[in-house]
């Protein structure tokens, strides 16, 4: 191992204590990056790694308000601006009562290297807060979202740092947040926030973009290997925005799709999942995956354990729900029961164990979150180029480009896992191709 990286690593740790996920992030890019310093020690210029891993700015602030039944209500807001080396600041926001500094930093560490991999101009950061969104009334998140955005719209704007939707933020949240910000800055500032309603500035496609992104990127990762989806049976964990619509390409494509789940537990359907069953729970009821059992036939399992869904044989899994939801007891189930791809559709839901065991395990491929999801903000971008443009794409316009920027990341990784000696490395691919675009712009533009 390259001394300074070892050096390098220790460091950062020591510097971020007590943030596990952001260290987890951390070192698995940093134990990439050896061959590169081998070939390239310019990249150790201006100390260009150990600022790569320190976010350009953090910000921490209150958020009170109060919910419908009359009560004070206090949260925290995070907005974590990591790296604007190839653009303005570009991430979700994460509304869950897990959200910490340690995650927001984890996460927009991530979609730096992400978002360089789009080939777009975009830079990474990312958000959220601690607010529980289950459970509330339309009125307690409007509240929310208008004491969340008081604060947030001091530190964003089209040319600055652009939030989009993520785990418990979706079009109606986004609504509620674009108004307060039009209100208070007198502004129609479209290219402010991304994932907006079609009538008022979204992109068609912006809902279905992360889960059809980690499809082409599945498929592609099969084809390298002859493969195609047709006929190929598929585990999906979560029953979000990117599980649902990466559920709907795999059975376009032909995918039998056997699994889904929520954060109350799993469903087993041998028939294949019925998509408008889950949608209208999921989507339009906002209910527990439960239901889909009770509504759905005999045949279909309901387990409480929500990793059950790990435990079926299938040829591509699909993890799509949380970070480190699947642990290396369930990679290497899905390993003896005859798995040939995984692709991260949530962002980290591998364990670092389970990632490993999948990286070394012969004739299984590891397609990583920053590749496989990037999908999701690639057509942000696309929604941004639009807003800026004054212009409205079609549906089959914007899904050809959205497919064509993941079928380009996917090449950019193999290219790049080939060039330094392990061709279906794509962790190795995408971290390197990912950071050295940024490095570059960063060496470029001098110790800022
Ligand atoms: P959503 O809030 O739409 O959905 C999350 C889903 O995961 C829900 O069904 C939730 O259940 C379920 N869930 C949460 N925790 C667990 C768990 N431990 N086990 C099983 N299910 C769980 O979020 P998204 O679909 O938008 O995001 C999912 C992942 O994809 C996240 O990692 C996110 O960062 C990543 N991602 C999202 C992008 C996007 O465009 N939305 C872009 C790139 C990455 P419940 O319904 O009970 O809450």
């Known amino acids: 191992m390259h001394a300074t990286i070892e050096t390098l690593k220790n460091d950062v740790l020591a510097r971020n204590a007590g943030e596990p996920e952001f260290h987890q992030a951390v070192v698995e890019v940093l134990d990439s990056l050896a061959p590169v310093l081998e070939t390239h020690p310019e990249y150790l210029d201006q100390d260009v790694i150990r600022r790569l891993c320190e976010p ?3 910000v921490i602030f209150r958020v009170p308000w109060i919910d419908s039944k009359g009560n004070v209500n206090i949260n925290r807001g995070y907005r974590v601006e990591f790296n604007s080396a190839l653009g303005p600041y570009k991430g979700g926001l994460r509304f869950h009562p897990t959200v910490n500094l340690g ?10 290297f ?9 830079g990474g950061g990312k958000g959220g807060s601690d607010f529980d969104p289950h459970g509330r009334s339309d009125r307690d998140i409007m509240a929310f979202c208008q004491s969340f955005m008081t604060e947030l719209y001091r530190h964003i704007g089209e040319y600055t740092d652009v939030p989009a939707g993520d785990i418990g933020v979706g ?14 800055t007198n502004r129609f500032e479209s290219g402010v926030l991304t994932g907006k309603g079609l009538s008022w500035g979204g992109s068609l ?15 592609e ?7 195609d989806f047709d006929g190929k049976r598929v585990s999906v964990s979560g029953s979000g925005n990117v599980a649902i619509y990466a559920i709907e390409k795999a059975q376009e494509l032909g995918a039998v799709v056997v699994t889904a789940s929520d954060s109350k537990g799993s469903i087993y359907d041998p028939d294949g999942i019925d998509l408008d069953l889950l949608k209208q729970i999921k989507l339009k009821e906002r209910g527990r995956i439960s239901e889909y059992a009770d509504r759905r036939s005999n045949r279909v399992e309901f387990h409480e354990n929500r990793n059950d869904v790990w435990q079926v044989p299938v040829d591509v899994a699909l993890p799509c729900a949380t970070q480190n939801e699947l642990d290396v007891h369930a990679a290497q189930t899905l390993i003896n029961n005859g798995l040939r791809v995984v692709a991260e559709g949530a962002n980290m839901p591998l364990t670092a164990d389970a990632a490993s065991l999948m990286r070394e395990t012969e004739g299984v491929l590891f397609g990583p979150a920053k590749a496989v999801n990037a999908g999701g903000v690639a057509t942000s971008a696309l929604e941004m ?4 443009s004054r212009d409205r794409w079609t549906f089959d316009y914007t899904e050809t480009r959205l497919e064509e920027i993941m079928v380009d990341v996917h ?12 061709p279906s490395d794509y962790v190795l691919g995408a971290n390197i191709a990912g950071v050295t675009k940024v490095v570059d712009a960063m060496i470029a533009q001098g110790l800022v």
């Open 385 to 388: 180029q639009q807003n800026a």
């Open 221 to 227: 990762m099969l084809a390298t290997q002859g493969e």
């Open 56 to 58: 350009e700015r953090q």
């Open 114 to 122: 992400k978002n360089s991999l789009t080939g777009l101009p975009i």
């Open 205 to 219: 496609v912006r809902p279905e973009a992360t889960g059809y992104g980690t499809i082409f990127f599945a498929r």
């Open 171 to 184: 079009t109606r949240e986004i609504g509620y947040m674009f108004g307060q910000y039009k209100r208070i």
């Open 103 to 112: 995650i927001v930093k984890f996460l927009g560490f991530e979609q730096t």
């Open 411 to 422: 090449e950019t990784c193999r290219a790049t896992a080939q060039e330094y000696g392990a």
